[in-house]
C-alpha cells in the first residue's frame, strides 16, 4: 500500500478535504489524512500523509507557517475575508505606506490574538461558524500566537487601498486576523482578499504537486520526512528489532528523534533518561 508524505498545491475554491478525498482516489487508498487545512480561497500547501505516514502527522500539526496574504484597507466583512458581506467601510485614500508599516510591527512578535469569528473554534460544542452563519453574535477569548516576521511586499494607496504581505507565525495565527487587525489599528478596516501558504515547517511549496498530478511518485518516503521534522538516529539491527516491538533500550540520545534502520523509518521515538521510550512505531505496509 503507498505510504509516505505528500505535499499538494491546493488551488483556489476547493476544500482541503476535497484534495484529501483527490488523493485517496489517486493512490488507491482511504488512509490519507492532513496537518492542517487551509480555506477554500486559499491556496498553497497541504501536507498530507499517506499510508502508515499519518502517523507523522501530528509531530507536523503543529509546525511555525509562512503565508503570502493580500489585504484590503476599507472595508470590514463577517468572515474577515472576501468571502464575507461587507459590514462596514472607510475611505482608506489618506493611509501611507509608513501607517501601514507602523501596523504590522504592532502585529508582529508575541501577540494577544483574537479567532476570526467564522473559525473552528468550537464554542460551547457547537463550530464557531456555524453560530455566525445561524445569526449569532460570537466573540472568542483572545490568544497568544507568535508572528515572527511580517514583511510589507507592496502597497497599493486608494479609497480601497491594498497591501501585499508575507507573514511567518506559530501555528493557530489567523492570517484573516491579522487583516483585520491591521484594518482596525488604522480606523478603516481591513480584510483578507488573498491568501498563499508557501511553507509548514520545513516543507515548501516548491516540493509541491498539484492536487490534479497526484501519484505514488509523488510520495516522499517516511524516512525522509521525518527528518525534516525532527532529529534522526541511526539503529542498529538489534536496536530496530526492539523497537518494533515497543521495548526501550538504553541511548544518548535526548528528546524526539526520528528511529531509522537501513533507509527506513522504523518509528518515532523518545530519548530520556539515557533510554529510549517508542512513542510511534512504522510498520512497512499499512493500508
Known sequence: MPNGILLVDKPAGVTSHTVVSMA????GTKKVGHAGTLDPMAT??????VGASTRLLTFIVGADKTYEATIALGATTVTDDAEGDVTA????????????????????????????????????????????????????????????????DGFAPGERAS?????????GTYIRALARDMGESLDVGGHLTALRRTRVGRFSIDDAVGADSIDA????????AAALVMPTLELTDEEAEHLKHGRRFATEAD?????????????????????????????????
Open 217 to 224: 511518485e509523488s510520495l516522499m518516503d517516511a524516512a525522509t
Open 44 to 49: 498553497g500547501l497541504l501536507v498530507l500523509g
Open 255 to 287: 528528546g524526539l528523534v526520528a528511529a531509522v534502520h537501513e533507509g527506513r523509518l522504523v518509528g518515532v521515538a523518545r530519548g530520556q533518561h539515557g533510554r529510549l521510550v517508542p512513542v510511534a512505531n512504522m510498520p512497512e505496509a499499512d493500508g
Open 24 to 27: 485517496r482516489r489517486a493512490l
Open 89 to 152: 467601510s472607510a475611505d482608506a485614500s489618506h493611509i501611507e505606506f509608513e501607517a501601514v508599516q507602523a501596523a504590522a510591527a504592532r502585529l508582529t512578535g508575541d501577540i494577544e490574538q483574537v479567532p476570526s469569528s467564522v473559525s473552528a473554534i468550537k464554542v460551547d460544542g457547537v463550530r464557531s461558524y456555524t453560530r455566525v452563519r445561524e445569526g449569532e453574535q460570537v466573540e472568542l477569548k483572545a490568544r497568544p500566537v507568535t508572528v515572527s516576521r511580517f514583511d510589507l
Open 163 to 171: 497591501v501585499d504581505a508575507v507573514v511567518d507565525c506559530t501555528s
